[in-house]
């Protein structure tokens, strides 16, 4: 019912393209990438002491390419929503889409790389760590970093994420149920556009940002999607910031050109050109994630160990809450 093949002709239009692509440089990078990978894999697997399993795809693709492939991803996640947005508005599945289609557009033009789950019931997509080729290539040119090092360090993020999923058993199926939860509840609101509406006059008289950190998707939110989104910003962070410590912590031992690469995109992601855009889309929380998430990670490794950081992959129960992450004491608390 979602016009997905308008979301993936505005995602191509906005992802752009890149002099290098289709050249031998790209080629060089597909070629080398899978070795680069099983390097990265075999350190981030030292470090957090999870086991893997398997051995991912390793794919090095075009800004189109990846945005063609989240369109598919979330085609799938968002099939239980469609037959609710198109009853709720004639016109809201390609609003939908244009919307999914400008995002993950913009989006291309900035990821370096992507570990992808394998959905459920669904052969085509499976164990995948993807690199668009043209934003490597592009941050390696523009920033005069060395190709083996920049490319090895994006792979130990890469890994650390995979790692995540594949060597904590539950983990996928607890996200991707999450994610599940957050669709089938996005139902029409009966009475939503007077809530939103009061909403936006409260903060206007507080001062407070008309849209927060969830975005418009936030705003427009019910009290038990609110929730979710805690629950699922608390899971993101959680593994953004352990995926973020343990590749600067390997980088740190093993790249001479980790400090500087680490600063060059921490600043990137604080571009002011960008920042009315990820507000807006709600991206703005992704980018907070590290942060909160990286210090969550240290202050509980700092008071009592990176053993009892461990505990967080015991089971759904032992995941820190939202306010668990902002205050690393109550979770140890709690749980440690």
């Known amino acids: 019912m979602i016009d997905w093949d308008l979301a993936v002709r505005i995602a191509s239009r906005f992802a752009g393209t890149y002099p290098l692509e289709g050249t031998y440089h790209a080629d060089l990078l597909a070629r080398e990438a899978p070795g680069i990978v099983a390097e990265a ?17 390793v794919a090095v693709v075009t ?9 598919s991803v979330f085609s799938k996640l968002l099939a239980p929503a ?5 009853k709720q508005n004639p016109l809201a599945s390609r609003v939908v889409a244009a919307e999914m289609g400008a995002v993950l557009g913009f989006l291309a033009r900035k990821v370096l790389g992507q570990y992808e789950l394998v959905l459920p019931g669904d052969d085509t ?20 970093f ?12 890469e890994c650390a994420h995979r790692l995540q ?10 996200f991707l149920e999450l994610v599940g939860e957050l669709v089938a509840s996005a139902v029409p609101e009966p009475g939503r556009w007077a809530r939103v509406m009061a909403d936006v006059r409260r903060a206007n008289e507080e001062g407070e940002p008309l849209i927060g950190e969830t975005g418009l998707f936030g705003l427009f939110a019910s009290s038990s999607q609110k ?15 352990h995926g973020h410590v343990v590749m600067d912590r390997i980088g740190r031992r093993e790249l001479a050109s980790q400090r500087r690469m680490a600063a060059v995109l921490k600043q990137r992601r604080k571009d002011p050109r960008t920042a009315t855009f990820l507000r807006i889309s709600g991206l703005e929380m992704k980018m907070r994630q590290y942060e909160q998430g990286e210090r969550f990670v240290l202050a509980v490794e700092r008071e009592a160990g990176w053993e009892t ?23 140890l608390r709690r749980v440690a």
Not at 63 to 71: D, I, L, T
Not at 125 to 144: F, I, T
Not at 309 to 329: F, H, K, M, N, Y
Request: overall charge negative.
């Open 41 to 57: 894999a075999q350190m981030v697997e030292a470090e957090t002491r999870l086991a893997s399993v398997g051995v991912p795809e």
């Open 63 to 71: 800004r189109k390419q990846w945005a063609e492939s989240n369109v």
């Open 82 to 86: 469609e037959a609710a947005i198109k």
């Open 125 to 144: 997509n499976g164990d995948v760590v993807y690199l668009v080729g043209a934003n490597v290539l592009s941050m390696e040119r523009s920033n005069q």
């Open 146 to 157: 060395r190709p083996h090092e920049f490319r090895l360090w994006i792979a130990l993020h």
């Open 165 to 174: 999923f594949v060597g904590v058993p539950w983990l996928r199926e607890y």
């Open 227 to 241: 929730d979710l989104l805690e629950r699922v910003q608390a899971l993101m962070s959680l593994l953004e910031g």
């Open 309 to 331: 950081l461990d505990r967080v992959w015991a089971s759904p129960d032992s995941l820190p809450t939202l306010a668990e992450i902002t205050d690393p004491d109550q979770w």
